[in-house]
């Protein structure tokens, strides 16, 4: 049985890569406030003409657009383009740290928009991503934006962190004993408290089996963007973003919106069909059996799911 299952996801993995051999791809840069920022364009046999693409954000922040190819199938319908935020992956990496904002981030997005010549598009973010994707219409409006998908997104950081402490309070005493004394200590640099942490995010974040990968040599994530602006680690919030909060906001989004989490996401269900329930219309759905990196563990299903919301949104326009 193990090599009959071990067969199936050589295969599964073959097909997506031929899949990706398929499409063609076209990157570039595009100068934004503090330097070059790389995207990439996927365009499979019915990606182009009159379709309306896929812009897709990753998460961190600090993080890159790399697992985002796992979306490149969906380019057989319309063109998907990711890229990597200034200060990580191919972008720019610029040392004034004054740049890693969120205000900064939105506008960066907007030029690209703006460069490419999206008049229409369909937006997704996942985790810092999708609190990106959130904020960015609120700020800018959804002229233009025919469907916002949401994935496990970062929408409060207060909500975020309760969550957190109550995952965390289902681990092994001895591992809460362990975050609990390195954070009050301020050693979160410790090697005790790096492996303390990996409990958590095999338990929330990497829980399911990965049935996809991709590689992207020399683009690298940067740590001290994500430092900066969240903290040492997915549970403990010391930046920029401790006073992120869009729940107030929710209720202005009047664009047709997809809500996803893990069955298992540090993002938790309860918390993300709430959000889901303040945006009028919001559709709301839990991928199974995994936390919160679902992209690479579930890709198929997640595909599918984007791939009819996104049919949707553009008959009901």
């Known amino acids: ?13 073959l097909m997506a890569v031929a899949s990706q051999a398929e499409t063609e791809l076209r990157s570039g840069f595009i100068d934004v406030e503090g330097g070059p920022l790389w995207y990439e364009i996927a365009n499979g046999d019915a990606g182009s003409g009159d379709a309306v693409p896929l812009v897709t954000l990753h998460g961190g922040p600090g993080g890159t657009s790399c697992g985002l190819q796992l979306l490149y199938p969906l380019s057989d319908e319309r063109p998907v383009i990711r890229y990597d935020q200034l ?14 904002n969120r205000d900064r981030f939105v506008e960066a997005l ?3 928009r703006r460069e490419l010549g999206l008049e229409r598009m369909h937006l997704q973010g996942h985790s810092w991503g999708g609190a990106l994707a959130a904020y960015y219409v609120l700020e800018k409006g959804t002229e233009g934006i025919v469907s916002l998908t949401l994935s496990s997104p970062l929408i409060s950081t207060p909500l975020w962190i309760r969550d957190a402490n109550a995952l965390r309070a289902t681990l092994d005493a001895e591992v809460q004993a362990v975050l609990d004394k390195h954070e009050a200590e301020g050693t979160t640099d410790h090697p005790d408290y790096a492996e303390a942490t990996e409990v958590f995010y095999a338990a929330f974040v990497r829980r399911g089996e990965t049935k996809e990968e991709v590689d992207c040599p020399g683009a690298p994530w940067n740590s001290v963007i994500y430092n900066q602006m969240w903290g040492p ?7 920029s973003l401790q006073d992120f909060d869009l729940t107030s906001r929710l209720g202005t989004i009047d664009v047709p919106t997809l809500f996803v989490t893990g069955e298992f996401d540090e993002a938790r269900p309860a918390t993300v069909k709430g959000f889901a329930d303040a945006v009028p219309g919001a559709r709301f759905e839990v991928i199974p059996g995994v936390g919160h990196s679902s992209i690479s563990r579930e890709p198929a299903l997640y595909r599918d799911l984007l791939r009819s919301f996104m ?3 553009e008959e009901a326009r």
């Open 1 to 13: 049985m193990e090599k009959v299952r071990c067969l199936l996801v050589c295969v599964m993995m």
């Open 311 to 313: 049919r949707e949104a």
């Open 233 to 239: 680690t997915e549970f403990y919030a010391t930046g």
């Open 87 to 100: 200060g990580t992956g191919r972008s720019g990496r610029p040392r004034d740290a004054s740049l890693w």
């Open 110 to 112: 907007h030029t690209l």
